[in-house]
């Protein structure tokens, strides 16, 4: 090695030993700050558990720390002290003297998160609870937590490197050291933040993405070297206008830099596409043309609203990120969906509805935002919009919430209205009131369907039954004035495969009861427009599993009521046509689990679709929209067919 | 022919909006000392410290031993010995370690010379320089530019920080030794008596702008002070060449010219002066008279 070299390792290595020393030291006597800071707050100190902390503690705080200590001591104390000028007017190019500096800063601070790792290792081995006295086993400390590789990579990038760097960009023209530091930590601090806030407010990010973000933060951290680099050989003697004027650049060459770097990478990896996406609340628009859907990751995070065409031609974004469960008003107006987003884009705690046109046009709020708490806004249930489209109804835990235009949210408590719990099925025809039936799983006082006008705030009883309400399908449920409420027997089976039940038709407008089937072992049904015919599934053989069912459908008016087919599994859903002469049926049974859609036609025939195709609705009079993976990432669409049984897919 | 060591050509530095030195074209020849006298602010230091490529000229260039001194600075540097105006090193060292810092960056370091220097200067190895004077941390810095053997030794006003022992027996004795070996020195000072002692060329800056320049000999032969005395009014416009300064009296005249030869006499008596006496002027005097008249040579 030239002598030149080790004469300069040899001076960095003498001016950053002392920050070296001071970094070892507070790393061995950080157990005991933790001790005395952890005493004073509990009483029963868990020595255990500060063991385990400890790592998160290095990065959020000490290495961010002596990271820019290191930094900073690079240049700026030879501006502070005039050596800078010895130093540049000996025959040695700035940038080998730049390597030397910012390559023994780098040393410096490998040895400082060395030795504090191996202290914590040590402490932990130590650590009364942990029943490990292996040193080497414990430095795989950070295994345990999982997030090895998102801990590493993220404090690699943020905690050491961009604070460093931050530091020696600083230093190349402060002649302060501390203020270096300062003024790195805080550029430091505010690129994390605007990474955050750039992935957050552009709603590029599915899900936290450690290697992403690490790959920010690590470029972040390069370009700012570079453009301390840039500082540093273009600065001349390194003070006055010019090197602020070159600073400047210098800052151009990081944001720029960090544009070229950044926008490519997340514009590639990190928006959420169809083939990350999960779809749920699928709801067909009225215009039939069109789903509107909740998109999200894997987890359920980074949700938004989507409108995905049902001719094949893409999708569309309603809404950024924390915004979903979209309901479309009947009159296909307007999408109504729940915002969770603050005002940079981030999660709130607050929840709001709003509605869009299903353009995306016309974004605004429908209601003023009010507090929800973990675990948000997945724990609502449907939106249901009004038949005139200007209220929505919706339960939140155990409460109503209603919101009208122009009017402050009402919320209603169950308790007030006579339920313990209570299901939301829907508005009535006029949409003076809304519908609500005991929850099946703990009516333990019977059944109760009773009609709650918000406006008035009077509620009444619709329907009681002192038998048990087993099941009903409140999604099939329509403004139409009918309700069908399954009633179980005393003594039933536990069995669900094997449970019986009494199905009656409710009218809501005057509480009048319709017997459907005096024992059956289905629920699923449908209704025509202004509910004339109802179709409905039937399997009456007492005693055996419901492996039939029979299609059979009634129409109110002539008073028939005739079977059209028998089909195998257990119907789960029934989806009538718009011309209400075929019915798509979901239906679940075998050793598959989920059986193939069938649709039986009106004069009996039976058209099947392939497995692991779910009916949603129809579009148009005869096609299917079909769904694939519902609620699980690469969820799909198709149109069947309901005459030829053929599939064309749609999405993605 | 003979290369100049240093050659500066039409060099202008600005800062900002202030031009610090303007449009400056010199040449050092080889084996001279060549002085660079100028009041503070002049351009003194921004031009020697271009030299060393920790400024950059903003217009012009500048090379020393044939090398640009933007373009092979590096190489100037291991070439050149330079002691700043306000030497300051790093005060944790001990006078051995920094000598043995600075050492390594010159391939043509001498350790007996610097050796023979530090003992001729009473240097104690082992002392920090923090513990030391200015002036002892000065003679650090002597032997720190000149242990290198340079064949350009360039000194920014070296005498600012050494007593008047050291200035004048070792300075001298340094320069002399430098040139010895066939070496340039290019140094400047604001002490014209130091300058007028050791220089044999010198050139006059003020405020960026050359004012004069040449061998010392030239400058104190062909710069001179007339005094003309006129029986009636002195005339409102005396016009000569090289006229740098005039001071005018009711019957007398005082003019400082360059280039000065005897027909200038004639030419005043041709314009009615009764007498005209030819002052010689010591540097000192040009210095201050060329200042006050603030004009370039013609």
Known sequence: MPSMIKALLWKEWREQRPVVFTGLAVSVSMPLFLIAGASTLQRRLDLADLADVMPLFLAALLWPLLAAACGAGTISNEIGGGTIGFLLSRPASRLRVWLIKVGMGGVALLLIVGGSLGVAAAFRSIAPGHGSTDLVDSLTLLGEYGVVGTFTLVSVGGSILLPFASAVFFSTFLSRALTAAAAGLVAALAIISVVFLIWSRLDLVPRFEPGLLAIEFGAAGILILVAALFVFTRGEMLSGRRVLRTALIGSLIILGGMMIVSLPILRAHTRLTPSAAALSDLQIVPAGNAIVATASGEHGESAQTWKIYLDGSGFERLTGRFAGRPAVSPDGEWVVYVSQRGPMGLRSDAIQLRAVRPDGSADHPLAPEFPVGSPYWYSLDDLIVSPDGEQVVFRYDSRLIFAMKGRPLIIKRFEDLGFRHAFVLGWTEDGSEVLLISSYWVNEEGTTLAAFNPKSGESRIVFRSDRKRVYTPRSRYRPDGIVLVALGFEGESPDPNRRRFETILVDVRDGTVEPLTESSCSVAYDTSEEARQIVYGHCPSEGAPASEVEIRVRDRVEGTDVALATVEGKVWGMTLSPSADRVALERFGGKAGRMATLVVHRNGEIRSFDEGWVPLGWTGRSGVVLVAKYRDVGTRLAVGDADTGEIREVYP | ?298
């Not at chain 2, 050659?7 to 530095?13: A, L, M, N, P």
């Not at chain 2, 391939?107 to 240097?123: F, R, V, Y």
């Not at chain 2, 008047?164 to 400047?188: D, H, K, W, Y």
């Open chain 2, 1 to 298: 022919m003979e290369t100049a060591a240093i050659v500066i050509d039409r060099f202008t530095k600005r800062f900002g909006p202030r031009t610090a030195v303007s449009d400056l074209s010199l040449e050092v020849p080889p084996g001279s000392v060549f002085g660079l006298l100028g009041q503070n602010g002049a351009g003194k230091s921004t031009t020697i410290k271009t030299l060393l490529n920790l400024l950059q000229p903003t217009t012009g260039r500048l090379s020393v031993l044939g090398l640009d001194t933007v373009t092979e600075s590096v190489a100037v540097r291991r070439r050149v010995g330079y002691l700043p105006e306000e030497p300051a090193y790093y005060d944790w060292m001990t006078v051995d370690e920094i000598v043995r810092f600075n050492a390594s960056f010159y391939p043509t370091w001498d350790p007996e010379l610097a050796g023979s220097l530090i003992k001729q200067l009473d240097l104690p190895l082992d002392r920090k320089l923090r513990a030391l004077s200015r002036g002892m941390q000065a003679k650090v810095g002597l032997v720190m530019a000149l242990g290198s053997r340079p064949e350009v030794l360039i000194l920014d006003d070296p005498t600012s920080g050494l007593d008047a022992l050291v200035r004048r027996e070792f300075l001298e004795a340094m320069i002399a030794n430098v040139q010895a070996e066939g070496g340039t020195v290019f140094f400047s000072t604001h002490l014209l008596h130091e300058m007028e002692r050791v220089a044999d060329r010198v050139a006059i800056l003020h405020k960026g702008d050359l004012l004069l320049h040449g061998t010392l000999d030239q400058l104190k032969s062909e710069t001179k002070k007339l005094r003309a005395v006129y029986p009636d009014m002195v005339p409102e416009e005396i016009v000569l060449p090289g006229l740098v300064r005039r001071v005018r009296d009711t019957h007398q005249v005082l003019l400082t010219v360059t280039g000065y030869n005897p027909g200038l006499d004639e030419e005043l008596r041709r314009s009615g002066a009764e007498t005209v006496e030819v002052i010689d002027l010591s540097l000192e005097e040009i210095f201050v008279e060329t200042v006050k008249g603030g004009t370039t040579r013609a």
